[in-house]
């Protein structure tokens, strides 16, 4: 079993950054991709980012990309998100998941609970 759990989230203004992080528990944790995804107020689950079991291979919606960067520590088991340039629009609950590295979101096995972040105008 791999238990995730998210922490970093806040609010912040719009230009701002917010680091997140996914603490990551138990299991091969080594050999699962972990991705983020995000989901606001009556929307459906939305692809943010992911990054293979090594580290050496990443993905970005394209909302985000150049904006948003993921890496992971396998040493720590931590995953890390950091959030620049923040808008409005990025506002939403943030979570964390391992399974395959992929956008699709069935794709992955386990979840943590998320985190809010909040973009103020």
């Known amino acids: 079993q791999v238990h995730l759990a998210e922490s970093g989230g806040g609010l912040v203004q719009a230009g701002g950054s917010l680091r997140l992080s996914c603490a990551v528990s138990?299991?091969?944790?080594?050999?699962?991709?972990v991705g983020w995804f995000r989901q606001a107020p009556g929307r459906g689950r939305e692809f943010v980012s992911s990054i293979n079991w090594n580290g050496d291979s990443t993905n970005y919606a394209n909302s985000v990309k150049d904006r948003f960067t993921i890496s992971r520590d396998n040493a720590k088991n931590i995953v890390t998100l950091q959030m620049n340039s923040l808008k409005p629009e990025d506002t939403a609950v943030y979570f964390c998941?391992?399974?395959?590295?992929?956008?699709?979101?069935?794709?992955?096995?386990?979840w943590g609970q998320g985190t809010q972040v909040t973009v103020s105008s």
């Open positions: 138990a299991g091969p944790y080594s050999s699962y991709a």
């Open positions: 998941a391992a399974g395959s590295a992929t956008p699709v979101a069935s794709s992955y096995q386990y």
